[in-house]
């Protein structure tokens, strides 16, 4: 079935998983590159923490032998798209200097489309395998999908108290969307990633069992933290409101 390698190698086998890391030059130094980059634009420690462990995190994503396995596995592409998205992403987006304030909304909406658009369209079967045939898709991908992610946080979490109904209802919707794909896959009644056929026996797994495992890992982690987002939002107007009342 492989004619070349993917960008994380070949499908590893179990017992030489933890060998397996991804010591890519390129990436180790771009990786590098963007972490000194948002440490210089972080205004003080509490930005520049969350900065260093979004992109370790990050880092962890993409160098630990979870990259060789996510060849091997769909549900171990899922927990990388899903250690980026859920936790990295949003960690760098709390880092970020805060955008001016313009009085609109547009950019939350406008990254939630940006989100639901890359997320959906990476899972879908022919554009998932195309990413082990090219380095150029694979981090097409990557991109696309890490990036709308930290532009959707960044609008979730750093907002202002009048934009929090429209916050609720964008954090709403992308954990419903993420949910609703987790839960296409897991419910589907065959294996839909070609690539994926052949890779998943080694470790245990059908090729359906794999993917219904992966649709879980997306399934409810999105669900809580957007949840979460949400809480975190009503507080803050809680905040604001008891403040009022106080003075």
């Known amino acids: 079935m492989i004619e070349h390698l993917p960008y994380c190698g070949a ?3 179990p017992g030489a998983l933890l060998t397996r890391f991804n010591i890519d030059p390129i990436l180790i130094i771009a990786l590098g590159l963007l972490l000194w980059a948002h440490l210089q634009l972080a205004r003080n420690s509490r930005a520049r923490s969350f900065a260093l462990g979004g992109w370790l995190v990050a880092a962890v994503a993409f160098i ?18 899903m ?21 609109g909304t547009w950019p939350l909406w406008l990254s939630a489309v940006f989100f ?7 899972h879908m079967p022919r ?7 090219s380095s150029y898709i694979y981090w097409a991908m990557h991109l696309t999908l890490f990036g709308s992610a930290i532009l959707l946080w960044r609008e979730l979490l750093q907002h202002r108290r009048a934009s929090i109904a429209d916050v609720l209802a964008v954090a709403m919707v992308s954990s419903m969307q993420m949910s609703l794909l987790g839960a296409v896959l897991t419910l589907a009644s065959r294996p839909l990633y070609f690539w994926h056929l052949t890779t998943t ?28 987002a949400s809480i975190r939002s009503l507080r803050r107007l809680w905040t604001a409101f008891d403040g009022v009342e106080s003075a």
Request: charged share 5%.
């Open 11 to 13: 499908p590893p086998n």
């Open 64 to 81: 630990s032998p979870l990259c060789a396995l996510s060849v091997s596995l769909f549900a171990a592409r899922i927990a990388q798209h």
């Open 83 to 103: 250690v980026l998205l859920l936790i990295a992403a949003p960690m760098i987006a709390m880092a970020w200097p805060k955008r001016a304030i313009n009085g």
């Open 116 to 122: 639901l658009c890359a997320l959906w369209f990476w």
């Open 127 to 133: 554009p998932y395998d195309a990413t082990f045939d």
């Open 201 to 228: 026996s080694a470790w245990g797994y059908t090729p359906l069992q794999d993917q219904q495992l992966g649709g879980v890992i997306m399934w409810v982690p999105g669900m809580v933290l957007f949840l979460w």
